[in-house]
C-alpha cells in the first residue's frame, strides 16, 4: 500500500485510479502511453510519498504505477489484436474519434470507407452500423461500435487518462451540451447523404446547397460562439486542457472552411481551434495527414 502525503501532513492511500483521471493533458505521454504506461511517472512527480523524497519514486511505485495504468489500455482487444477504425480521411465525425483516440495514446489500425464512392452503403459494412454511417470502431470479437460521441465516450471509460470530461458535474454537461450541439445540431444537416438528397431528389444546384449549408453552419457556430465568449483567458473551449468539445470543434470549423464558411465572427472558437491544433493529437489526425487524402 502507498501512501501520499498531504499539504497538511496527512497521510492517505494513493488510488492510482482517481490519480489517473486527474492526469493533464499537458504532460500526456504518447510514446509511454503506446506501452501502456499513460504518462504515469510524469502525474505522479512532484508529490510526496510515505518513505520517498519528493519527485524520486521508489522502483515499487513507479512498477506499480504502470501496472495499474497498464490496465487502462485498450490498444488491443481480448484476442490481442489491435482495434480496427472505418474512416475516411474528409469524414469530419471520423476525426472526432481519431482526436480522442490519440489523445488516449491509442492507435488503432484504420480501414478506409470511402464514403464519396458510398462504400458505407455495401450490405457487408452495414452489418457493422446499419445505419451506413462512419465512424465504426471494431473493438473484438464481434463487437463495432459507433456513433462518434458513444465511441469517444466508450474510450473515456475504458482508458480514462487524460480526460476528456471535467469533473465537476454541471461543467461535464456543458461540455457535453457542446460537443452534442455540433453532433446533433449542425453536422446532421450537412452530411453528405443530405446534400445529396438535396441535389439529386430536390434538384438543388452547387450555389443552393452551399446555402443551406452556410445557414445551418452559421447559426450552430453563433451558438457555440456565445456558449464560450465569457471564457476570455484559457486557451481552449473549457479551460486550459481539451476536452470533448475541442474535439467536436476542431473538425466542424474544418468542414465550415471547406465549404468558404466566414468565420470572423467566431474569435473564441478561433481561439480554442488554434490551441487545440497546437497539439499532436490534433494536427496529425487532420484529413490532409491521412494516408488516403487526395492531394
Ligand atoms: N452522428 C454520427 C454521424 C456520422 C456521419 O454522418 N458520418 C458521415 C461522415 S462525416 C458519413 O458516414 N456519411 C455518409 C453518408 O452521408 O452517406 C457520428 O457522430 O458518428
Not at 452489418?127 to 458513444?150: F, M, Y
Not at 460537443?179 to 434538384?203: D, K, S, T
Request: glycine share 6%; proline share 6%; net charge negative.
Amino acid at each position: 500500500m502507498v501512501r501520499e502525503i498531504g499539504e497538511d501532513g496527512t497521510l492517505a492511500p494513493l488510488d492510482l485510479t482517481t490519480a489517473a483521471l486527474s492526469l493533464d493533458a499537458r504532460y500526456f505521454d504518447a510514446s509511454a502511453a503506446a506501452e501502456g504506461a499513460v504518462g504515469i511517472s510524469s502525474l505522479l512527480a512532484g508529490r510526496r510519498f510515505e518513505g520517498q523524497k519528493s519527485g524520486n519514486l521508489s522502483a515499487g511505485l513507479r512498477e506499480a504505477a504502470f501496472e495499474r495504468a497498464g490496465q487502462f489500455s485498450c490498444h488491443k482487444n481480448a484476442g490481442g489484436e489491435l482495434m480496427l477504425l472505418y474512416t475516411y480521411f474528409r469524414s469530419s465525425a471520423s476525426w472526432r474519434v481519431r482526436i480522442a483516440l490519440a489523445l488516449k495514446g491509442v492507435t488503432p489500425r484504420h480501414e478506409v470507407i470511402r464514403t464519396v464512392d458510398g462504400e458505407q452503403n455495401t450490405a457487408e459494412f452495414r452489418q457493422k452500423n446499419p445505419l451506413g454511417v462512419i465512424p465504426v470502431l471494431d473493438i473484438g470479437e464481434g463487437r463495432w461500435l459507433n456513433q462518434s460521441l458513444a465511441i469517444i465516450e466508450w474510450l473515456e471509460e475504458v482508458h480514462p487518462a487524460p480526460p476528456l470530461l471535467p469533473v465537476d458535474p454541471p461543467e461535464r454537461a456543458r461540455v457535453r451540451a457542446f460537443a452534442l450541439a455540433v453532433a446533433c445540431e449542425i453536422h446532421p444537416l450537412n452530411n453528405l447523404r443530405v446534400l445529396n438528397f438535396l441535389e439529386q431528389m430536390m434538384g438543388q444546384d452547387e450555389q443552393q446547397q452551399r446555402l443551406w449549408y452556410h445557414h445551418w453552419i452559421k447559426q450552430g457556430l453563433e451558438a457555440l460562439e456565445s456558449a464560450i465568449q465569457n471564457n476570455k483567458r484559457s486557451p481552449f473551449c473549457f479551460g486550459d486542457v481539451p476536452s470533448l468539445a475541442d474535439v467536436f470543434l476542431v473538425p466542424q470549423i474544418a468542414n465550415a472552411r471547406r465549404w468558404k464558411c466566414p468565420l470572423e465572427a467566431y474569435p473564441t472558437l478561433l481561439r480554442a481551434e488554434a490551441a487545440a491544433l497546437e497539439l499532436p493529437a490534433f494536427r496529425e489526425t487532420a484529413p490532409e495527414k491521412q494516408p488516403d487524402a487526395i492531394t
